[in-house]
């Protein structure tokens, strides 16, 4: 017992910062690390291509399954060229509550929509990051890169896509504004989907 409150009195008498160190320790320990951002599935073998704002407004992967409640942290799609001028433009990676074949809702009113200008839009993968979504819950959601923008058929981007399956869930749709136009079972778009 008298171990114990000399013990008492030393930490009382010790300067705070003296402790940091151990302090630390514990809650490098207790804490919980932030989870990383991490590929969950992808496309490959880039070939087909779809143009957004052209004629249709949004492309991506329709019926993309989540197995387990997942957050998305990054969408990453695959522009394989651009027409005319783009800089103008915004473009959105969204993810969508299906409605039937449809576009239904935004997830979470909007939260699970990113923005990039058309200025930093490239040839190759775009990466939208900064989503603040909530748990996605099991089920199946549309992913799609689109322009609000009018409709033009002189300046536009092109979404690449797999020209057959590689095994990610869902296949490539095609919506004007949220009505379904075309979509095909043997492909996909060309999307990386990270979940955190």
């Keep these: 017992m008298k171990k114990i409150i000399i013990l008492f009195i030393l930490l009382l008498a010790s300067p705070l910062h003296a402790f940091g160190p151990a302090i630390q320790a514990v809650v490098s320990v207790c804490g919980v690390a932030a989870p990383s951002c991490t590929l969950y599935q992808s496309s490959t073998g880039l070939g087909d291509t779809n143009p957004i704002g052209s004629y249709r407004r949004y492309v991506g992967q329709k019926n993309f399954t989540v197995a387990s409640p997942k957050e998305v942290c990054q969408l990453v799609f695959y522009v394989s060229s651009t027409v005319g001028n783009i800089s103008a433009k915004t473009y959105y990676a969204e993810i969508w509550n299906q409605s039937g074949d449809n576009l239904g809702t935004l997830v979470a009113g909007g939260t699970c929509q990113i923005t990039k200008s058309g200025a930093d839009i490239t040839t ?29 058929s002189s300046n536009y981007a092109v979404a690449g896509a797999q020209s057959s399956s590689s095994g990610m869930t869902g296949y490539l749709a095609v919506w004007t504004n949220l009505d379904l136009y075309d979509q095909s079972g043997a492909e996909e778009a060309g999307l990386e989907v990270y979940f955190k």
């Design 124 to 152: 190759g993968w775009n990466t939208f990051t900064g989503f603040s979504c909530p748990l996605l819950s099991t089920g199946t959601y549309a992913m799609t890169i689109s322009t609000h923008n009018a409709l033009d």
